[in-house]
């Protein structure tokens, strides 16, 4: 079940996170300390969670992209599922419900950095419409490794 993300999340929210950092091929952020920072560092808007039961098993999230554009109107994707239920179709529903509610928010572009080792990050954002638009070489560090990313978007269909 997938449904809007509350603060009271936020403990397996932050957990999920670290296991997607700690892989070394997920973000190169660490989690914020706080529900605060982080709420304060994410969009408002298009916060998902995707449960199982009573336990959170995948959060999905934006981060504005950067003060030049219009703010609020393009969006970096988070998409994070606990270990134990990868390859099950959870990271689509979080990343479909993202699509839906940012195209209904009106933000006009979503992007995604992706590892080159996360295929399977890589292909459900293909099968949500995203496209490669580069390649970014050594960009960043993760667990102290140059890591490449592929930058994916997708624009909003009903904004056109």
Known sequence: MIRMMRAADWSEVSAIYQEGIDTGTASFRTPDASWKDWDSSHLKACRFVA???????????????????DIGRVGEIEVYVRYGYKGQGIGSLLLDALVKESENKGIWMLQAGIFLQNSALLKIHEKAGFRLVGYREKIGKAKGIWQDNLLMERRNKLIA
């Not at 039961?53 to 950067?66: D, M, N």
Request: glycine share 10%; net charge positive; no cysteine.
């Open 51 to 69: 449960r199982k039961g009573k336990e959170i098993i995948g959060w999905s999230a934006l981060l504005p992209v950067s003060a030049n554009y």
